[in-house]
């Protein structure tokens, strides 16, 4: 049971992160034909990067407990009792069961984030070149666009995007 529940979080996260990269499959289908497009690609891509940053920090977090509690109960008798959460229940084993199965555990957590970290710097290089592609610049918070190199306001093509988190429309 123990095993297989570890298992199948880790299938989850691993058909989560598939989700998000075929995403990126599934919007190359269509090229934007506005600027309205761009930004909304735009704003979808960098949405991904922050969801997967999400679970790279839920994930980290995790192993972290899985440390402190195997740092807990190393030191102590193997035969002695412990309570175990497993799937929403708890369970009384001897610390000679649980302490294999938390360092299991923790090992599968440490795979999923480099898996993740994978997926993060290829979306980060998807989303620089749809930048590049695209020209798109990342407005201000107080809309102040500064102007780059003395070039005049408007003589460069591009989209202008907002703020990530904010939703100005």
């Not at 199948?8 to 990126?24: H, R």
């Not at 034909?33 to 922050?50: K, P």
């Not at 509690?69 to 190393?74: N, S």
């Not at 610049?137 to 306001?153: L, P, S, W």
């Amino acid at each position: 049971m123990d095993a297989s529940l570890a298992r199948t979080q880790k299938e989850s996260t691993f058909k989560w992160i598939k989700g998000i990269m075929a995403s990126k499959a599934a919007g190359d289908g269509k090229e934007p034909v506005n600027e309205q497009m761009i930004a909304n690609m735009y704003a979808s891509m960098r949405s991904e990067i922050n969801q997967i940053y999400s679970k790279i920090t839920e994930l980290e977090m995790e192993v972290s407990e899985h440390s402190l509690v195997i740092g807990a109960i190393q030191p102590l008798d193997p035969s002695r009792r412990c309570y175990r959460m497993i799937g929403g229940v708890l369970v009384e084993r001897t610390i000679k069961e649980v302490l294999p199965a938390v360092q299991r555990n923790k090992e599968g957590l440490e795979e999923v984030i480099s898996r993740l970290n994978e997926a993060l710097e290829k979306k980060k290089t998807e989303v620089a070149e749809f930048e590049a592609k695209y020209k798109v610049r990342i407005r201000k918070a107080d809309n102040d666009v500064k102007d780059e190199g003395g070039r005049k306001e408007g003589s460069a093509q591009g989209v202008l995007v907002g703020p990530a988190g904010g939703n100005d429309q």
